[in-house]
């Protein structure tokens, strides 16, 4: 066999598989609740990005301290800056790239501190959705090489990038 035939055929079972694990059997099987009968997303668009859920913990009540106070962090430090009112918090890139959500309340307002390290996008939620509080974890899948968030209270998937309820009771939720 030639190269030119070994590649599509590699590639061709490197997509199918990815095609076959992208359905709500499988993820049921893995434990989820969610309601998988409402989603705006194709299921092939899923797939895995290896840990499971959880398998990357995020942060739920994050201790700060002083800039001024602090030794382990280089000046030069990559953050993300969240500012409400006068009050500025930052949050390192070092740890979110190990957590990539940390749930945190500010100023009190709650809010989702969010890190895809795989496509280098930091973006910030409030976490209220129709009069309620939402905690936000890792579901361990990927969509468009970004991070899929659930949250806790319904098991409902959201994209990280848009902020976007994709599958679950919460769909079209932003």
Known sequence: MTMSRVVPVLL???????????????WRSEGWKTDFSRNSIEWSEILSGG???????????????????????????PVI?????NEIRAYPLSILTWHEIVNDTFDGMPVAVTYCPLCNASITFDRRVDGRILEFGTTGKLRHSDLVMYDRQT??????????????ALTGSA
Not at 13 to 21: K, M, R, V
Not at 81 to 85: N, T
Request: charged letters at 25%; aromatic letters at 8%.
């Open 81 to 85: 800056q969240l500012q409400i009112g």
């Open 12 to 26: 061709a079972i490197f997509l199918s598989a990815g095609h076959a694990a992208a359905n709500p059997d499988r």
């Open 155 to 168: 098991e409902s998937w959201w994209q990280q990038f848009t902020g976007e309820a994709i599958a679950g």
């Open 51 to 77: 840990p499971p859920r959880d398998g990357i913990p995020s942060i739920d009540s994050p201790d700060f301290e002083k800039a001024s106070a602090n030794k382990t962090l280089d000046q030069r430090e």
